[in-house]
């Protein structure tokens, strides 16, 4: 690949501090109060149960807590912190990403001059990035993902440094701190690993021929993946989580991967990736890729294919993809736009990226959605705290019911139901009785929560039976918020009606 160094006027002493302060303005006045996802939602609940009821808590698995076992680690410090008002769970957990939201401009600002020795590539990409779908949703709601890509980014800058240098005491040092922070990605969020591929792509566009730096980074990813593996059982114990065990690992890769054999089923698998990274970013990395295979500009196709490839890829085969499973893969894919931008006009490299900016926001309507977002930011932040709202005035009328034993039936609301209950309870007693059912009493209560999924409303007879048979539901009242119970209440259950929140809104 041709140089793309310029003259030292290129680096502009504002660039990270503007960078720095769009994203405080543009992230910050817009952080969620309250989740913004069903996963960061259970991920609260995991976190409770456990501090209430130990490792072994029914609900300590209720989202893959074996796979984030530092963030539930930060989020039981967070707490005791704040003397166990776990009211303050939500905001912790947002403004922890707004936090780090905001730092990961400093690592990406740095890896992107440091890779291709340019300071207007890396002021436009991280501006882009700021901006793009995926990773802005993730700097307004709670998931410990973004802190990996944090920590990620380190790594990697830490990585490359190494890469350049060749006093070997300053290479050791670089490579030691770069296993380090890619260790606590890991402990962040464990499917970081499928970021490896970028060490090695590194190799090759540094044309590195070292056999010490070629083996520090196969040392580094597997030594960070042994850490995990250790630091994993001293955080959360050697016998929780779905993940820990060959048995629970293969269950969980039964249940999720579905190699995509229709083409709804595909476009829906791949929506997430478009997506989140934005339409028109997604297009133009398309063309910015199929122009540099032709031109056989070998080092930046190794860099787009070894950082995001398998990512795309793994997502694609797993049920549920959504924007933020591909976040990890946005900068990359903005980084090849923008070297397209500044080798074909120069100039207006920086204009071309606002230009870049404005095309995702009017290439879709305003969106709530988690799975697809869409580029008009702010006004689907709006939306999104629309969307909460509802979610949480729905679970306190549910827990707010008169009723001993009520029946909640669902999936996406369900979670929100049950951190309402242990958030305002002065105690409750929690017991797994199903592979996601799970029963709560509270003072003279009983709460049933049932993973119940129906795609036709007319299969909801055939559903119910086996429930109602498997744990002894008849005088229970049932409710949801996102099914209608008129077939319950024409068999003779007692049904509660609440205004439903429509499918298409979960």
């Not at 140089?3 to 002493?13: F, G, R």
Request: charged letters at 15%; a positive charge; proline letters at 4%.
């Amino acid at each position: 690949m041709p140089s793309l160094s310029v003259a030292s006027s290129d680096n502009k002493p504002y660039y990270l501090p503007a960078l720095l302060l769009i994203s405080i303005a543009s992230h910050f006045p817009f952080v969620l109060k309250g989740f913004g996802e069903i996963d960061a939602t259970k991920i609260a609940v995991s976190v409770i149960d456990m501090l209430n009821n130990g490792p072994d808590a029914a609900f300590a698995n209720y989202y893959f807590s074996d796979v984030i076992p530092l963030y539930v680690l930060y989020l039981k410090w967070a707490m005791k912190l704040l003397n166990y008002n776990y009211s303050y769970l939500p905001l912790v957990m947002n403004y922890t990403n707004a936090v780090f939201g905001t730092l990961i401009v400093v690592p990406a600002f740095f890896l992107i001059r440091q890779l291709f020795r340019n300071s207007t590539i890396a002021f436009c990409s991280v501006l882009a990035l700021i901006f793009a779908p995926s990773f802005y949703q993730s700097t307004i709601m709670g998931f410990p993902h973004l802190i990996a890509f944090f920590f990620l980014l380190v790594s990697l800058s830490f990585y490359l440094l190494g890469l350049d240098h060749n006093h070997k005491r300053r290479v050791f040092l670089l490579m030691f701190l770069s296993c380090v922070f890619l260790t606590i990605a890991f402990l962040f969020k464990s499917d970081y690993v499928l970021a490896s591929g970028a060490y090695i792509g590194f190799l090759f566009m540094r044309k590195v021929r070292d056999k010490g730096k070629i083996t520090s980074a196969f040392l580094i990813i597997f030594i960070s993946g042994v850490l995990f593996l250790l630091f994993r059982n001293l955080i959360i114990g050697p016998t929780s989580g779905t993940t820990m065990s060959k048995e629970g690992m293969s269950k969980w890769y039964d249940y999720s991967l579905i190699i995509p054999s229709t083409l709804g089923y595909f476009k829906a698998q791949i929506k997430p990736v478009v997506y989140g990274a934005g339409v028109v970013t997604f297009c133009l990395a398309c063309i910015s890729f199929i122009y540099y295979l032709f031109k056989r500009r070998i080092d930046i196709v190794v860099f787009l294919i070894s950082w995001a490839a398998i990512p795309i890829l793994f997502w694609l085969v797993m049920i549920g993809n959504n924007a933020r499973h591909n976040m990890l893969t946005t900068l990359p894919v903005l980084i090849i736009i923008i070297i397209f931008f500044y080798e074909k006009a120069p100039k207006y490299v920086t204009l071309l990226t606002a230009l870049l900016i404005a095309g995702n926001f009017f290439a879709t309507s305003p969106s709530f959605s988690i799975l697809t977002p869409s580029g008009n930011l702010f006004k689907s932040n709006a939306m999104l705290k629309d969307r909460m709202t509802i979610f949480q005035s729905r679970a306190k009328e549910i827990t707010g019911l008169d009723e001993d034993k009520i029946t909640v039936l669902g999936y996406f609301h369900n979670p929100h139901v049950v951190f309402e209950i242990m958030r305002s309870a002065p105690s409750y007693e929690a017991v797994k009785i199903g592979r996601e059912d799970y029963k709560i009493a509270t003072g003279d209560k009983e709460y049933v929560f049932i993973y119940f999924v129906v795609v036709d409303h007319k299969d909801m007879d055939i559903g119910i039976d086996s429930i109602l048979d498997k744990y002894g539901l008849q005088n229970h009242l049932f409710v949801s918020a996102t099914y209608d119970l008129q077939p319950l209440s024409k068999r003779g259950l007692k049904t509660k009606t609440f205004d439903i929140i429509k499918r298409s809104e979960l």
